[in-house]
């Protein structure tokens, strides 16, 4: 069935460019007649009939000359009904060609010519040959026009009239298959009003979207600014959520810079779309060169953080990626995708937990990792309230064994990720993983001062504590650097709000939100990971690296963004309940202590926290304590934390 549809489509091609063909010998041939007629006063006895011969004898060799030249042109291989300025230009550089061989041709070959025959003949084939091209091009978008004016068309505003609306203008109305119609144009640049770009108006400002999406009875809007500041886009993004309509946007402005601009690249607004922020954008080659011919270690591969800094580890060419995950699903998929998408990355993935010593050690003294990034943690806040010990076992023990594994066996650089919640925490989760953050600051003050070597190996064997302090000398000479990166909540990871508010809409809802005031810091799955790798970078031992992640958002508002966006309308078609504060949960989060303060780095969307100075013995000695609370599973373990971090306050 496809051979037979090519097969008539070659035959379609064939007939219409012989046409082609056939019409410029016509034309190309009657332009220069037409310029000897003119010449001679429109009578053609008033010819010398050694003109009339030397123009007839020189048809067929100009005819073939012409032939070739368009054809260099590409004026056989355009689609002329949806031919662009370059295609036109290209020809109009043909035409010109064309006649200067003719004149050089006929002048020497077979004899001089009035001068009026050159310019006459060059201006009226220029002509006759542009005429049934653009006569084409014409007729087509009429027909589409009309088409669409006949149908029940959906009618687009298309935001942005720069190089990037036009564009997309130009793609809707030279595509057949769309049943869509721009009608007007808002763009800020007071310039263009009352401008019209492809046919179409300019009609206002952002501040006019509201009337004009009335006046033109509009029920689809068209974002295409990819360059605009996010404060600038989340303004226009929630005046349009006012109104009923569609809303879809391009992604961004590599869109634009590819030549990938068109409506099938234009995507539904997003809840990351509302931050309000420009995208944190690292500087890649800085990381390409970290990380290119290195071993990498991601624990937790399989998650959301995971496996997305897998993904960029794998475009950095490490000399070796291996992925630690105790979940056997989440790693076998981020390995199939890292194989099937990167055939030649030299891919380790492995099962194990971080609370297994014997198996991290096991690990770091076959493949010797040179960088650690740690992302393998429990995070839902609700779940660990309810099971503190399991917290601490995978968090914070979970942290410190790795830590030791990787400080043990030599590795360069270990990267924890934490959390905003681990700021003057009231939850489990926030203070185990505030307790990973001291414990990688413990260990980077003991390998500065040169006292690694004092630094316990602890380890735990059917739920007993023991100390191998014979390996204690194997760490004298140390030089591994330990860096935290504190961000906020990651929209579209696991358990994240965002996926749980879209199914409670497609199941009709309601949308449950905790509280109408809480708000939270969010930031994108690739801004998180930026993050990361970023600080990998700028490492230089012992520093909490924080994300400006602008302004928090309340969660009310994102949900009834997020029901906006899926076409209903909040508390008519999808209700919100809000059903209290869940245990451990603040109103709001911190991303720094009070005691902190920030420095600056060469991102200026990434600081320092300098660190909280605490009693690095005590704290590691008590951290023996901690384990065997942890795995007693005693009730008390949260008194036990309260002793280790002093700014925990269990709710």
């Not at 992604?251 to 779309?273: A, I």
């Not at 009709?508 to 990998?536: C, K, N, Q, W």
């Amino acid at each position: 069935m496809k051979k037979g549809f090519k097969s008539s489509a070659l035959k379609i091609w064939h007939i219409e460019t012989f046409i082609l063909l056939a019409c410029d010998f016509i034309t190309i041939n009657a332009s220069y007649f037409l310029a000897l007629w003119l010449r001679f006063d429109g009578i053609y006895s008033s010819i010398p009939q050694v003109y009339i011969d030397a123009w007839r004898d020189f048809t067929i060799p100009y005819s073939l000359i012409a032939v070739i030249i368009l054809s260099l042109t590409r004026a056989y291989r355009t689609m002329w009904n949806s031919a662009g300025l370059f295609e036109y230009v290209r020809l109009i550089s043909g035409s010109l060609l064309l006649s200067a061989a003719h004149v050089v041709a006929i002048t020497f070959i077979i004899m001089r010519m009035p001068i009026s025959y050159y310019l006459i003949g060059t201006m009226f084939q220029l002509l006759l040959l542009l005429a049934p091209r653009f006569f084409t091009h014409f007729i087509y978008i009429l027909r589409l026009y009309q088409n669409r004016t006949e149908k029940n068309c959906d009618r687009i505003m298309l935001i942005g009239g720069g190089s990037a609306g036009q564009l997309i203008l130009k793609d809707i109305n030279m595509t057949e298959k769309l049943n869509e119609l721009v009608v007007c144009i808002i763009d800020d640049d007071p310039k263009k009003y009352g401008m019209y770009i492809e046919g179409v108006k300019v009609v206002g400002d952002r501040n006019t979207i509201l009337e004009n999406v009335e006046k033109y009875n509009i029920n689809k809007i068209y974002l295409a600014i990819p360059s605009a500041h996010g404060e600038d886009k989340r303004e226009i993004l929630n005046i349009c959520h006012e109104t009923n309509c569609e809303l879809k946007q391009l992604p961004g402005v590599y869109e634009l810079v590819n030549g990938r601009v068109s409506v099938s690249n234009m995507k539904s607004v997003s809840v990351e779309d509302l931050l309000g922020r420009d995208p944190i954008k690292p500087d890649m080659d800085e990381i390409f060169r970290y990380i290119n011919g290195k071993t990498v270690l991601v624990t937790g591969g399989g998650g959301s953080i995971g496996s997305e800094l897998c993904r960029q580890i794998a475009v950095c060419n490490p000399k070796q990626l291996i992925i630690f995950d105790i979940y056997e699903n989440n790693a076998y998929s981020i390995q199939l995708e890292l194989k099937n998408k990167y055939p030649n990355l030299n891919l380790v993935t492995l099962i194990g937990s971080v609370r297994d010593s014997k198996r991290l050690d096991n690990v770091f003294s076959k493949y010797h990792p040179q960088i650690v990034y740690h992302a393998a943690a429990h995070k839902h806040v609700p779940l660990m309230e309810d099971s503190p010990c399991e917290s601490i076992k995978n968090n914070s023990i979970g942290t410190y064994k790795t830590a030791y594994a990787a400080m043990k066996h030599g590795c360069e650089r270990f990267v924890l990720i934490s959390t905003d919640k681990a700021v003057n925490p009231t939850n489990i989760m926030g203070a185990s993983k505030r307790l990973c953050e001291m414990i990688i600051q413990s260990f980077d003050s003991k390998i500065k001062a040169g006292k690694s070597s004092e630094i316990p190996a602890l380890y735990t064997h059917s739920e007993n504590l023991y100390e191998k302090g014979e390996e204690k000398a194997d760490l004298e000479n140390a030089k591994t650097e330990f860096v935290a990166v504190r961000f906020g909540n990651v929209l579209g990871s696991n358990g994240s709000v965002v996926p749980i508010f879209k199914k409670q809409i497609e199941e009709g809802g309601p949308v449950t939100v905790t509280h109408p005031d809480i708000i939270r810091y969010f930031m994108t799955i690739p801004e998180a990971v930026g993050l990361v790798m970023s600080a990998g970078t700028y490492a230089r031992g012992g520093e909490i690296f924080v994300l400006d992640m602008g302004d928090p958002v309340k969660i009310d508002t994102l949900a009834r963004n997020l029901i906006r966006l899926s076409g209903y309308v909040p508390d008519v078609d999808i209700k919100i309940e809000y059903t209290g504060l869940r245990p451990g949960e603040k109103l709001y989060e911190e991303k720094l202590m009070a005691e902190e303060g920030l420095k600056k780095t060469e991102n200026e969307l990434i600081h320092i926290g300098c660190p909280i100075p605490f009693d690095t013995d005590e704290f590691l000695n008590n951290m023996s304590n901690l384990i065997r609370v942890a795995y007693s599973n005693c009730d008390d373990i949260r008194d036990t934390i309260k002793q280790l971090v002093s700014t925990y306050n269990p709710q």
